[in-house]
């Protein structure tokens, strides 16, 4: 129990010590002080203490976090405002509290006004904070024509503070401004200011608001002049901008050519810039034969910096490029180039048109000499392309081992970026032992940034981990690491991999914990991952209440993750609704904690790509009437909200699935509680998952965006369906067969179907082959369940999921027919046969690719496939095993005996069922190299 009235008899103390220990008494606990308004009178007399400076500082401090628990918040403002204005205040330390409070603040213009005044307070200190409170508040006025008025006369204020806060926040707030037309000619007239800060902010502006300026005509030729201007800071942005400003120019056959002139410019920045456009331009120039033979050119100027831009142009547009085997050659040109600068655009420009490369061989030859380049910012960008590439590389244990020495290079920064591509690459590595054992190793390394990229590792992999509880014990121990940016690494990947972990209650007490962290960005991804994990919490009501103390946090990132799972929660809740009416308030809560998450947030928004959706979603299921517009409106502003992301392309491709989503919904009228709980779990996960992509690319780890994009659930309804029906016919099954022989198996399949959700393509088919192996190891191979036993082999081998599901779901309904009358196991019946065969081979193995059928007393029975001569007892041939079990048919045991002592060297010399079964095992496993030696 707090007691208020002696905190506030220590605030009124001559002690200061003992002040300062009243104020963190407030400052921690005051939304359990009964008299808010009296402790709220104690901090503003204490931001005005004469004695101690460190009192005046927690003050402030202490106001910022209290303000969100006053009942009259208007009031409160008024009282910091006053502060400020008083002669004997100390109007700094109260313009502190300004920028956190500000979003709580009812009357926004006002607040917002009151802020314009303080900016020219005669304090220096309350200008600053005043001017930088106007970043982070400008969004919420109402007014935003005033807004940009104000900013555009503090650009000229006396007090360089000012006017470089000014002149910052003009590139996030021109979006909103009404006149775009005028907001492009005031940012072109301060691209003259005599500020140096105002003229690169504006010139940093022009990048983002030429897409909506009417004239984009004016707009593209405003920026060919200012080409020509002389300062370092506006003209490098201009060229950059032209890029950008390209799609939408109307004579793009004109700007193609102007971009081409400038590449001829006599300045090296503007030829460089120039040729970088050109890549982004690429894609929409008419004349691709041309604008190719331009780019050609450039990839021999004589300029390194020109060379370095075509490389990076090349990979941007290989893929649009109309001679890819010459474009091909100019990038292995520039691999090799003398200059580091154009090596290193070259070894990121391999990594993206890696998959589109004839001759994979040769660029992995260069990929792996540029590993080993004396550059190490060329060896940072090789580890970052080979992870691109990882998936199309030749040798891909090869791959994976030049991570593991790139991971001990002398570079902190070559070492962090390789160890941040081994999550994506682990699950395509051939020998998973070793790379597990390397991963582990890399968990206790010395380089906090190899230690917290193991940790993303685990995270993301943790699924393919060969030994679980071990990775365990190692994400476990990360948690606890003494290095901040590990331990933050570690919350996150807690989340991730908490349906995995074996010790789930150890992990929940390791997330409780660091939601209580001394630092702020441990506590805000903590907060994120219970969002991620609620569903697999063994104590959902601590794990709630953990969100709810921080929403309350000091640190506005930590409040914007925690409300953010707090919406993730209550969709979550909503899915699981009994009554409408409890579906609807969950959603509803859903759409507030977003809302406060998007208010709160700071650089990254968690909520922005979600909120949109389910606002949209609400409105249609419930407000009928209201909804002829919601499509489009929802997909303007989930359109805006990405309109920054650096991965357009994939999360525009995802808005414009749930906008289709959005129709079906609305084209089937009236729904009932079922349907509606169907639906938002339908989502649910789609939609997470597309936020993903925006926080992986909003912070620089392009490669991973494709293994999320991959990852993306399926929004097939037809599918969705499928599995529905499957889940209804896998439970009448299990009790159909009740007391009879066939209750074991049909209610193990129900058991291990009940637990599905609609996943990516990998997950579903993931969930389809783990099932085959069940129904593969419970029904007998006998005759009478040939049918069924040739459907469940048809279904491991069918490449569209649509067709997979239908033919499962035909599977299911036969379970309750299955002949379980009790034969001899078809695994006893090979086992004995091979004691019968007694294969051996002794001595010097004849054959350079032999196919050798052999049993090791106690392990389970395997094909061998030897490649290379074998010296007995040496292990020089390379072996591939194939477990029997895996293509196990009725008549395995009879072409067993067929081949009984033979030497094998080709897939034709073997009975044709085996043959077909050992070939389709073996290209299912990308050993399409082992189908060529074998035909």
């Known amino acids: 129990m707090v007691d208020q009235e002696k905190i506030h008899n220590q605030c009124l103390s001559d002690d200061s010590k003992e002040r300062i220990h009243a104020l963190k008494e407030l400052k921690n606990f005051f939304s359990f002080i009964p008299d808010k308004q009296q402790a709220w009178n104690d901090l503003i007399k204490l931001i005005n203490d004469e004695d101690n400076w460190v009192v005046r500082f927690i003050a402030s401090e202490a106001l910022g976090s209290a303000f969100s628990q006053m009942s009259d918040k208007q009031q409160a403002w008024n009282d910091l ?120 902010r504006a010139a940093k502006a022009l990048n983002s608001v030429f897409s909506e300026v009417p004239d984009k005509q004016q707009v593209w030729n405003d920026l060919i002049k200012l080409i020509n201007d002389e300062d370092r800071y506006v003209m490098p942005n201009a060229v950059s901008a032209l890029g950008s400003a390209f799609s939408q120019v109307p004579d793009k056959q004109q700007a193609w050519e102007d971009l081409v002139k400038l590449t001829k410019d006599k300045d090296y920045d503007v030829r460089s810039n120039a040729a970088s456009a050109l890549g982004s331009a690429f894609f929409q120039v008419p004349d691709k034969q041309q604008a190719w033979n331009d780019l050609h050119r450039l990839t021999l100027d004589k300029d390194s910096y020109v060379r370095y831009s075509a490389a990076f142009a090349l990979g941007f547009s290989f893929s649009q490029v109309p001679d890819k085997q010459q474009a091909w050659k100019d990038l292995h040109k520039l691999t090799s180039d003398q200059d580091n600068l154009v090596r290193f655009n070259a070894a990121n420009a391999l990594g993206s048109a890696f998959f589109q490369v004839s001759d994979k061989q040769q660029a992995w030859s260069d990929l792996h000499r540029l590993t080993y380049d004396e550059d190490h910012d060329v060896r940072f960008n090789a580890a970052n392309a080979l992870g691109s590439a990882f998936s199309q590389v030749p040798d891909k244990q090869q791959a994976w081992n030049i991570l593991i020495k790139l991971i001990s290079d002398e570079y902190s920064s070559v070492r962090s970026n390789a160890a941040s591509v081994l999550g994506s690459s682990f699950s395509q590595v051939p020998d ?203 997909l303007k502003e989930a359109k805006s909200a990405i309109k920054g992301s650096e991965s357009k392309k994939q999360l525009f491709e995802a808005v414009e699935n749930l906008a289709e989503a959005l129709k079906e919904v609305q084209s089937m009228g009236t729904i009932d509680l079922p349907r509606m709980k169907s639906e938002i779990n339908f989502y649910r996960k789609y939609c997470e998952h597309a936020a993903e992509i925006m926080k992986c690319t909003d912070e620089k780890a392009p490669f991973a965006t494709e293994v999320l994009r991959k990852g993306l659930p399926i929004l097939d309804r037809n599918l969705k369906e499928l599995i529905e029906e499957i889940k209804e016919k896998a439970e009448a099954a299990c009790q159909l067969s009740q007391g009879t022989a066939n209750k074991e198996i049909a209610c193990t399949v129900n058991k291990e179907i009940q637990k599905w959700e609609i996943g990516s393509p990998e997950e579903m088919s993931w969930y389809v082959n783990n099932l085959v192996t069940v129904l593969k190891s419970k029904i007998p191979h006998n005759t009478e369940n040939k049918e069924i036993l040739d459907m469940i082999e048809y279904m491991k081998f069918e490449k569209d999921l649509t067709n997979q599901y239908r033919t499962l779901s035909t599977v299911i309904g036969l379970i309750p027919t299955v002949n379980v009358v009790e034969v001899e196991p078809v695994v006893g019946n090979i086992s004995k046969g091979f004691q019968e065969l007694g294969t051996k081979v002794d001595g010097l193995s004849q054959e350079m690719n032999e196919i050798r059928i052999s049993l090791s007393p106690g392990i389970t029975q395997e094909i061998e496939i030897s490649s290379g001569i074998e010296i007995a007892g040496t292990g020089a041939a390379l072996i591939t095993t194939i477990p029997l079990q895996e293509i196990s048919y009725a008549e395995i045991k009879e072409d067993l005996q067929r081949i009984k002592g033979e030497h094998i060297s080709k897939l034709s010399e073997l009975p044709k069922r085996l043959a077909n079964k050992i070939k389709g095992y073996l290209l299912l496993k990308d050993r399409e190299d082992i189908v060529e030696q074998l035909t």
């Open 81 to 200: 405002i006053k502060l400020t204005n008083y002669e004997d205040s100390y109007g700094s330390y109260v313009a502190k509290a300004l920028d956190s409070v500000y979003s709580e603040v009812p009357d926004k213009q006002q607040a917002w006004n009151d802020l314009i005044k303080l900016t020219n307070d005669e304090d220096i200190n309350v200008r600053f904070r005043a001017a930088k409170a106007l970043n982070s508040v400008f969004s919420e006025v109402p007014d935003k024509q005033q807004v940009w008025n104000d900013l555009i006369k503090l650009t000229n204020d006396e007090d360089i503070n000012v006017r470089f806060r000014a002149a910052k926040a003009l590139n996030s707030v021109f979006s909103e401004v009404p006149d775009k037309q005028q907001v492009w000619n005031d940012l072109i007239k301060l691209t003259n200011d005599e500020n140096i800060n105002v003229r690169f």
């Open 432 to 634: 998973k032992q070793q790379a597990w054992n390397d991963l582990h190793n890399l968990t206790i390394d010395k380089d906090r940034s190899v230690r917290f990229n193991a940790a993303n590792a685990l995270g993301s992999a943790f699924s393919q981990m060969p030994d679980k509880q071990q990775a365990w014990n190692d994400l476990h121990n990360l948690t606890n690491d003494e290095d901040r940016y590990v331990r933050y690494h570690a919350a996150s990947a807690l989340g991730s991999a908490f349906s995995q972990v074996p010790d789930k209650q150890q992990a929940w007490n390791d997330l409780h914990r660091l939601t209580k962290d001394e630092d702020s960005s441990v506590r805000r991804d903590a907060a994120s991952a219970l969002g991620s994990a609620f569903s697999q919490m063994p104590d959902k009501q601590q794990a709630w209440n953990d969100l709810h103390r921080l929403t309350n946090d000091e640190d506005r990132s930590v409040r914007s993750s925690s409300n953010h799972s707090l919406g993730r929660v209550s969709i979550f809740m909503a899915s699981k609704a009994a009554t409408d009416e409890d579906y609807k308030k969950e959603l509803e809560k859903a759409i507030e904690f977003f809302e406060i998450a998007a208010k709160e947030a700071v650089g990254f928004n968690p909520a922005q790509f979600c909120l949109p959706f389910y606002r949209s979603f609400h409105t249609i299921i419930f407000k009928k009437q209201e909804a002829r517009e919601e499509v489009n409106k929802y």
